[in-house]
Nanobody, 125 residues
Framework: QVQLVESGGGSVQAGGSLRLSCAGSGYTSSINYMGWFRQAPGKEREGVAVIYTTAGGWTYYADSVKGRFTISQDKPKNMVYLQMNSLKPEDTSMYFC?????????????????WGQGTQVTVSS
């Protein structure tokens, strides 16, 4: 089992920045990809960014956040981060950290087995 705990959400004005953190524990050596997802009320969960946790650290982003968000990891600490810059009101959502042992680079939430409880991000105009 893998446990994930997010932190770092909050309220910010448009144009501002936030950094989300995700702390992993448990059988983290089984994890190949970790991702950040978001879900606004009444909307489907949307993949934001994913990182390959082993050699290479490849990353992939949704078009809506490319150039503004950066996913990174501190593997010895089992931490994954999401640096969010130039935030827009449409980025307002609950943000979730997720992990998968599948060897598939994907922003499809259904491919992720482990999920955190989420952290709220609110961007005001």
């Amino acid at each position: 089992q893998v446990q994930l705990v997010e932190s770092g959400g909050g309220s910010v004005q448009a144009g501002g920045s936030l950094r989300l953190s995700c702390a992993g524990s448990g059988y983290t050596s089984s994890i190949n990809y970790m991702g950040w997802f978001r879900q606004a009320p009444g909307k489907e969960r949307e993949g934001v960014a994913v990182i390959y946790t082993t050699a290479g650290g490849w990353t992939y982003y949704a078009d809506s956040v490319k150039g503004r968000f950066t996913i990174s990891q501190d593997k010895p600490k089992n931490m994954v981060y999401l640096q969010m810059n130039s935030l827009k009101p449409e980025d307002t959502s609950m943000y979730f950290c997720a992990a998968t042992d599948l060897m598939v680079l994907s922003l499809d939430a259904q491919r992720y087995k482990y999920w955190g409880q989420g952290t709220q991000v609110t961007v005001s105009s």
